[in-house]
């Protein structure tokens, strides 16, 4: 005779209430994470089946956390795939799936159609990676009261939550130590223009030159869009010219792997003849010749931090209006930094001559 495993089984095997595993397995009602986690084990170990139909049916949930990015450009990245992985982390112990949608889909690009998503109820709740700078639906779906929290990007409307990085500061941190190492001709390599991150990055240099009372040299500030191609197309016609820049910052790591393989084309040392920083702290900055002084964004923290604050909205156990939280993002000092060299003597103020073709990668 098979036995059907019940709640009070559950209940003997954990030592807690009956209320308490109810509460656990429903998402209803507040429970103790070490409560939940003592559940669901309990639960899995004595294969309890939850009719999911039924709990969705009764309690008006999907069970599913909507994770709204734009693809282009996003999707299959280190970046979101940290966030994904510590979403995932923050939801491994709860009945709560992952459905992925791109912003740049039809189902975004109005009000009407947000509201619709809204009342077809297809998620709980919604995280919103990356949006864009003209990006209108953050707002528009917390106007309409759905459970909703930005990541990677900061909102000055109380009424959106959001956990983001501290881009400027970190960017602040970045110049500065170029600026305290010597340098005083930087160059830099910006990210799209749409992205708040990269407007942040790049106001945070502007800034902290002007402060200093350096020059902001236009024809050195480089309109990249955080790809490694790009980068070293216009790092390559950058340091090609006889006056040129003795550090560059790009504002994320991926361009600076760009501008470190167009000084290798160009016979230039780094950081003998270039010191180079990037931003985003990726696992290859580390194993990269030589490795990449940058700062390092917390990218899973940020995914745990939005899924953990939204589960506690969606059971009651935080009824805050808002989450308004910036990470810290350490710099992380490498290989790629030194003091400039000396003043280069006149022979190498003429364009270097390439060594070799371009790499394949990045023709």
Sequence with gaps: MQFTTTMDDIARETGLSKMTVSRALSNRGYVSGRSRQLVFKAAKKLDYQINLLARQLSSNRTHLLGVITPFRGLLGTFYLGQILQGIQEALAQTEYHVALFDSESEDFNDGNKCANLCRQRRVDGLIVVAPVCNDQ????FANLKMPLVVVGSSFHQPSISYVDVDNFGASVALTEYLVKLGHRKIGFVRGPSDRRDAARREQAFRKTLVARHLPVMEKWVLQGDYQT????HLALDLLSNGRRPTAIFAANDLMAYGVLDAARVLRLRVPEDLSVVGFDGLEGSAECVPSLTTATQPMKQLGQVAASYL???LDGRDQSLSLHQKLPVPLVVRGSTAPPAQEFRARDREA????????????
Excluded: D, E, Y
């Excluded at 639906?137 to 528009?140: A, Q």
């Design 229 to 232: 191609r790009q980068a070293f």
């Design 137 to 140: 639906f953050p707002l528009t």
């Design 352 to 363: 270097l001559p390439l060594r070799g073709k371009v790499p394949a990668r990045l023709r």
């Design 311 to 313: 589960m506690r909205r």
